[in-house]
């Protein structure tokens, strides 16, 4: 009973640093059968029984891979049975899932088991599923995902606890190995099956385990505490750069209607590490189903934004997504799509006010005294002009943009391009198709709302009478 007594310690140690568990909690317990998880089984029974009240459930997968999982499900079945605790049997055909659905094996059978263990905790209200993964397993994980070329946060490995689906998934054994487990069913005549696949090596994980680790130890006996190490230091320092990452992202990100915001002052203004991690935390945000980004994407975006030039870029995200750039604007969104916004409104006394259905606007005219002017020009900003009106010639045009487009405007001598306004003044190229141009009776263009106005009938002391144009957004629920 002493190395009993040890491992119970060991994991209510765990359990209290990491929050895993509360008294009366419900934890369904995963069992496979083999010495891990009959282990996990025995010592938080000995924990419910001993040191804290908790409610068991034993759950167990068949896969249907081999001729022995039925016989280890009956061992599972009366192992429960032996110690009262409820059992739940999933049984499924992999091999069959794995045709159907073009997946590999392992990725098949870990879907369908984490999916029952998920479902079981909800029918039985439990908090957490428990899971038997150790040390060694932790110290392969780690490795793997080294090969890989993971980041800091797949160095942390494994995690204590994840959330999945309103259920904690909790790994009490992390920083005990093998070994030990082993010892304690040897030691206490606790039976347990053992799985032959674990020794086949085309699987990528017994491959690390039986092949890769051990040629590692020839060189540094003790490489699986060090990943065990590592994968502490990185999941600490993981956790510290998330919740600065979160914070950068409520300080410095704009969302709304599905969009992301960033300027690029202020994302040049903060450590390189957490550019990185901001930018990954954008696409998350972006979407549940977003595509993965590898470290070239990521620092595409990352170097492309902090670049002089050049300043206006688009860059394909994958699964829809685009990053784009116009100007000191970031913007992380669904692609748009483009569409081709033609329009013609006359605007005369006669029809004073003109809805602009296809940009959601409304375009209003009115004859103003001189006198009148100085109140409307005090809060009119860029959305409202005027004009001598006994220059100007009637009736005016509101109309959608065309290609060749130039206004002739106030202190330059001869006409300039809509686009290299549009340019100068840094205007997105997405919001450039919505902006109106109003014409006069000949066809000059004198304003571009919120833009620029011409330099025709400019109002002046001779001026009798103002036509003041103003355009605003259509009110919300407005029809044409």
Not at 89 to 107: H, M, Q, T, Y
Not at 221 to 243: F, N, T, W
Not at 298 to 303: G, P, S
Request: charged share 25%.
């Amino acid at each position: 009973m002493e190395r009993m007594k040890e491992l119970v310690e060991s994991v209510m140690e765990a359990a209290a640093e990491h929050e895993l568990w509360s008294p009366h909690d419900t934890i369904v317990v995963a069992v496979s059968g083999g010495p891990d998880s009959v282990a996990l089984l025995r010592i938080l029974r000995e924990i419910a029984l001993t040191r804290m009240p908790l409610s068991l459930i034993c759950a167990h997968v068949n896969h249907g891979f081999r001729a022995e999982s039925a016989a280890e499900a009956e061992f599972v079945r009366s192992l429960a049975a032996e110690l009262d605790i409820p059992f739940a049997l999933a049984e499924f055909d992999i091999p069959s899932i794995v045709k159907e659905r073009g997946l590999g094996p392992e990725g098949a059978a870990r879907e369908k088991r984490y999916e029952f263990l998920i479902e079981t905790a909800h029918r039985y209200n439990a908090r957490s599923v428990a899971l038997a993964h150790h040390a060694d397993d932790q110290a392969e994980t780690v490795l793997m995902r080294l090969l890989r070329g993971s980041g800091p946060s797949g160095l942390a490995g494994m995690r204590w606890k994840r959330t999945e689906k309103k259920v904690e998934l909790i790994r009490p054994f992390l920083r005990i190995n093998k070994t030990a487990l082993v010892g304690l069913c040897q030691s206490e005549g606790f039976a347990y099956a053992e799985d032959a696949t674990n020794l086949l090596t085309h699987y990528k994980r017994n491959a690390v385990r039986l092949e890769v680790l051990p040629m590692l130890e020839q060189h540094n006996p003790r490489v699986k505490q060090s990943l065990l190490q590592l994968s502490e230091i990185a999941g600490a320092e993981d956790e510290y750069m998330e919740a600065n990452a979160a914070k950068c992202f409520d300080e410095l990100v704009f969302t709304g209607h599905g969009k992301y915001t960033l300027n690029r002052a202020s994302f040049a203004a903060i450590p390189s590490a957490l550019q990185r991690r901001l930018i990954k935390l954008i696409l998350n945000y972006l979407s549940a189903d977003s595509p993965a980004m590898d470290f070239s994407k990521i620092e595409a975006i990352r170097r492309g934004t902090l670049q002089e030039h050049p300043t206006v870029w688009t860059l394909d995200l994958g699964g829809g997504y685009v990053c784009t750039r116009q100007y000191d604007t970031i913007l992380f969104s669904l692609r748009p799509l483009l569409r081709q916004v033609s329009y013609t409104y006359p605007l005369s006394l006669s029809h004073p006010r003109i809805k602009l259905t296809e940009i959601g606007k409304v375009m209003t005219m009115k004859v103003l005294e001189r006198e009148e002017l100085n109140a409307q020009e005090e809060d009119s900003g860029k959305m409202s002009a005027w004009f001598d009106s006994d220059e100007l010639v009637l009736p005016l045009t509101i109309r959608s943009r065309l290609p060749g487009d130039t206004i002739r405007v106030m202190g330059l001598n001869g006409s300039k391009k809509v686009k290299d306004i549009y340019i100068d003044d840094k205007i997105p190229s997405s919001e450039r198709s919505v902006i109106p141009l109003v014409c006069d009776g000949l066809g000059n263009i004198i304003w571009i709302p919120g833009v620029r106005r011409s330099m025709h009938a400019a109002v002046g002391r001779q001026t009798a009478s103002v036509l003041y144009l103003s355009m605003e957004d259509m009110a919300q629920g407005e029809e044409a």
